[in-house]
């Protein structure tokens, strides 16, 4: 597995509590990812990153912000937990490949409930 | 808008039966497609790409931009094939790397 780790793994909140969840690469690679994955949806992009500060929205962004400080930490922030947001949530990162960008390797993944 | 559609949410085979998982897409791009596959307690990954033109683990997948169509391909399954697969389709420009990807269909393969 690429250097991707993801914490926590499992989550359980209330409804209107703030919750952060993190993904770190060791592999120095450019982009990074945040996916939830529900039933009857596939993956559907969250949030993604270019590089340090660069972040930019993807399908579903309303109600999650997201930060990338360093290189290898992205962030996704549960401003105001909602019932709507109970999902698997999976981090991604890929490099660049010439002028596109390359494969994205996966995390293991954080199973967040909002109860 | 791009749209990734895998019509089955279960395929069901015997082994050594053919299989083949069905993908069609949306874009009004070139597109660039994918299959990821998620084996039962592994994380996401991926399978192949078509512009690779790779065969691996003996499946195979053809882009027809006619039919927009993607479907992964293999002459004979395995139990070991029995996960959850994902077609996905890269959009925005080519130096974003997002993907869209279809609801995924669980391939069950029975001995």
């Known amino acids: ?115 | 808008a791009q749209r990734v559609t895998q019509p089955e949410k279960l395929l069901s085979v015997f082994k050594g039966a053919p299989v083949e998982l069905k993908c069609n897409y949306s874009y009004s791009g070139s597109p660039e497609l994918f299959w990821y596959v998620q084996y039962s307690r592994q994380r996401l990954q991926l399978l192949l790409r078509h512009i690779s033109r790779e065969s691996i683990k003996g499946f195979t997948a053809d882009l027809n931009k006619g039919e927009t169509s993607f479907h992964l391909k293999k002459p004979f399954a395995q139990e070991e094939d029995s996960a959850m697969y994902y077609c996905a389709l890269s959009y925005g420009s080519s130096n974003t790397g997002k993907l869209i990807f279809g609801q995924g269909t669980t391939l069950q393969v029975k001995p």
């Open chain 1, 1 to 115: 597995d690429a250097g991707i780790t993801q914490s926590p793994r499992h989550k359980v909140t209330e409804t209107g509590t703030p919750v952060t969840l993190r993904c770190h690469q060791t592999e120095n690679h450019r982009y990074m990812y945040w996916y939830r994955q529900d039933p009857g949806h596939g993956l559907r992009l969250i949030h993604y990153s270019y590089g340090v500060k660069d972040t930019d929205k993807g399908e579903v962004s309303d109600g999650y912000s997201v930060s990338r400080s360093k290189t290898e930490d992205f962030l996704l922030t549960l401003e105001s937990a909602t019932s709507s947001q109970t999902s698997v949530y999976f981090c991604a990162i890929s490099s660049d490949r010439g002028a596109s960008v390359d494969t994205q390797y996966f995390g293991p993944g954080t199973r967040l409930t909002v109860l």
